[in-house]
């Protein structure tokens, strides 16, 4: 039977500041076979969540999920974790669209690889 190697997780978002859109940094996740994001705001924000990758930094591509991932202040509790199982490219990041309100968020990223 085969081991799971976990990362720890790390803040690729860390108390942004929501009233305007943000980018996270890139992250390379070649070695990995799966991401989770753990996604929390506070207060009145409201927009949505993107997940983009790219294989050189420059030319990205959104993930589609089938539908907007949303921040709004109505959802309670606040957070989302957005779970990606198969990854074909070189890099990840978040990033987060304005629409209204303010707030902060913390989004946590965990990476997974699957042993022999």
Same mark, same amino acid.
């Given at each position: 039977?085969?081991?799971?190697?976990?990362?720890?997780?790390?803040?690729?978002?860390?108390?942004?500041?929501?009233?305007?859109? +943000?980018?996270?940094?890139?992250?390379?996740?070649? +070695?990995?076979?799966?991401?989770?994001?753990?996604?929390?705001?506070?207060?009145?924000?409201?927009?949505?969540?993107?997940?983009?990758?790219?294989?050189?930094?420059?030319?990205?591509?959104?993930?589609?999920?089938?539908?907007?991932?949303?921040?709004?202040?109505?959802?309670?509790?606040? +957070?989302? +974790?957005? =779970?990606?199982?198969?990854?074909?490219?070189?890099?990840?990041? =978040?990033?987060?669209?304005?629409?209204?309100?303010?707030?902060?968020?913390?989004?946590?990223?965990?990476?997974?690889?699957?042993?022999?």
């Amino acid at each position: 039977m085969g081991r799971r190697h976990f990362t720890k997780p790390w803040n690729i978002f860390d108390g942004i500041d929501l009233s305007t859109s +943000q980018e996270s940094v890139w992250a390379e996740v070649t +070695q990995y076979d799966a991401i989770m994001f753990l996604v929390d705001w506070t207060n009145t924000a409201d927009g949505e969540i993107k997940v983009e990758v790219s294989n050189d930094k420059k030319t990205t591509h959104e993930l589609d999920f089938g539908e907007v991932v949303p921040i709004d202040p109505i959802i309670n509790p606040k +957070q989302h +974790q957005i =779970l990606i199982n198969t990854i074909a490219h070189k890099y990840v990041r =978040l990033k987060y669209v304005a629409s209204s309100g303010s707030g902060e968020m913390t989004a946590s990223m965990v990476m997974t690889t699957k042993g022999a």
